[in-house]
C-alpha cells in the first residue's frame, strides 16, 4: 500500500482507497486495454530473450527442413501469441472481481469466431463461493453468455490457467 496524489484537490490518499475522503474524488484505474498492452510487452521480450536461448547453432542446414522450420516456427509463434491474449482476458475478468484472489476457472473454450466462454468459481459481495459464467469477446467486452456460448464448439484452452498465477 502506497500513498499517491489526489488529482483534484492534491492532498495524499491510500492507492487502495476507492475515493478520496477530502474531495470523493475516484483514483484513476488501469483500465483493461492499459493491462493488455503492458502484459502483452512483458511476455514479447520474455519470449525474445527465451528465443535468443533457444537460437538454432550456425550449422549449415538443408534448405527444404529450413522452410519447414520457419513455418513450424510462425505457427507456434501465433498459437503463443493467441495463448497470451486468452490469458490477459482472463486475467481481466478476475481482476474486476470484489476479490480477485478467490477467482478459480473452472472451464474456458475459446470458440472459432474468437469469443471466450468462461466458467468460474469466485466469492460475491456477501463472502459465498458462486460459480458464474461469462463470455468474453476479443476486445475484452462481455457479452451474453446463453446467446453466444450455448454450442460450445472450439478449443478447450482451460489448462492456460496455470498461466493466470504468474500474472
Known amino acids: 500500500m502506497a500513498l499517491v496524489k489526489c488529482e483534484e484537490c492534491g492532498k495524499q490518499i491510500s492507492d487502495e482507497a476507492e475515493s478520496c475522503p477530502s474531495c470523493g474524488a475516484k483514483p484513476e484505474k488501469m483500465g483493461f486495454f492499459r493491462k493488455l498492452f503492458i502484459g502483452l510487452f512483458v511476455l514479447f521480450v520474455i519470449g525474445s530473450v527465451m528465443d535468443g536461448f533457444n537460437s538454432p547453432s550456425t550449422k549449415p542446414v538443408d534448405s527444404s527442413s529450413s522452410v519447414e522450420t520457419q513455418e513450424e516456427k510462425k505457427k507456434r509463434e501465433e498459437e503463443y501469441a493467441k495463448n497470451v491474449l486468452i490469458v490477459l482476458r ?54 451474453d ?23
Open 90 to 143: 482472463i486475467s481481466a475478468l478476475r481482476e474486476d472481481m470484489k476479490n480477485p484472489q478467490s477467482f478459480d476457472l473452472v472451464e474456458a473454450i475459446n470458440l472459432k469466431n474468437g469469443i471466450l466462454c468462461t466458467t468460474y468459481r469466485a466469492t460475491n459481495a456477501f463472502g459465498a463461493i458462486v460459480t458464474e459464467s461469462k463470455a468474453i469477446t476479443k476486445d475484452g467486452k462481455i457479452v
Open 145 to 167: 453468455y446463453a446467446k453466444n456460448c450455448n454450442e460450445k464448439f472450439g478449443d478447450d484452452v482451460t489448462h492456460l490457467k496455470k498461466f493466470l498465477k504468474k500474472i
